[in-house]
């Protein structure tokens, strides 16, 4: 993408800007990504951010390499640790948590997500690793999806199986079990919103070197399109050094 930063860097450096000073933050199995984003942010703009690595209860680590998984032993050094239990009791009592780091196998127009299988539930083409704590979107107070891929095997029209709700697709479904779903998704191509009254994903953002043409390409739904996109702001040479200064071993360096 650049001499200068990767793609997985860029990424990093926008779900850095969306933190808020002083909210809570959660993110699953695989935190390097958001983790790296999270540390970048207090350093930068939001000192008093909480996060939590949802799989091991960790709070506010501060490892020196980036972990590929919430269980590295490199973590532990967090100056607190919740069990896992009252970490998921946490996040479905709602108001603990401002922000759900979340992804997927398959992620639809409607910001539905799915970690469970795909293809024919009986026999799937693909097993994921389970909802994991998706189910639990409804309760957060605002949902960024992110994903190291960007084709029309992730970004389906309709997902096959729901592991975590997004937007409803019609007023009845705004009935039921609601919220209102996910705010911002990421992709290795762009950043997405959603349109507020088709509920349907909406391209904010393209990515230095990246067309609009190419991610409609690469989305596997009609992606709604403004008449006008920007480009997503290229990290400066601030966010570059310390991000570079949180990952000495070049994690985020490589696109995945």
């Not at 992709?187 to 349109?195: I, K, Q, R, V």
Request: hydrophobic fraction near 40%; include cysteine.
């Amino acid at each position: 993408m650049s001499a200068e930063y990767s793609r997985t860097q860029l990424m990093a450096v926008v779900l850095a800007r969306s933190f808020r000073d002083g909210e809570v933050v959660v993110m699953g199995a695989v935190p390097a990504l958001p983790l790296a984003a999270c540390r970048l942010a207090r350093t930068l703009h939001a000192p008093n951010l909480s996060y939590v690595l949802g799989g091991s209860g960790a709070v506010n680590p501060t490892p020196e390499t980036l972990p590929l998984s919430c269980c590295d032993p490199a973590v532990a050094t967090a100056p607190c640790t919740l069990p896992v239990a009252e970490v998921v009791l946490l996040a479905a009592r709602g108001g603990a948590f401002d922000v759900f780091c979340a992804g997927g196998i398959q992620i639809d127009a409607y910001g539905n997500c799915n970690l469970s299988a795909i293809g024919d539930w009986d026999g799937p083409r693909l097993r994921g690793p389970g909802s994991v704590g998706l189910p639990f979107m409804p309760m957060f107070r605002r949902t960024v999806l992110y994903t190291m891929s960007h084709n029309p095997r992730t970004f389906v029209e309709r997902v096959d199986f729901v592991s975590g709700a997004g937007h409803p697709s019609s007023p009845a479904a705004e009935r039921g079990y609601r919220q209102e779903g996910p705010s911002l998704v990421i992709s290795p191509l762009a950043t997405m919103d959603f349109d507020p009254v088709t509920r349907r994903m909406r391209l904010a953002t393209v990515h230095p070197g990246i067309s609009v043409e190419d991610v409609r390409k690469a989305t596997g739904f009609e992606l709604f399109v403004p008449s006008s996109v920007p480009t997503t702001p290229e990290p400066n040479n601030v966010e570059l050094t310390e991000l570079r200064r949180l990952d000495p071993s070049g994690v985020l360096w490589h696109d995945y």
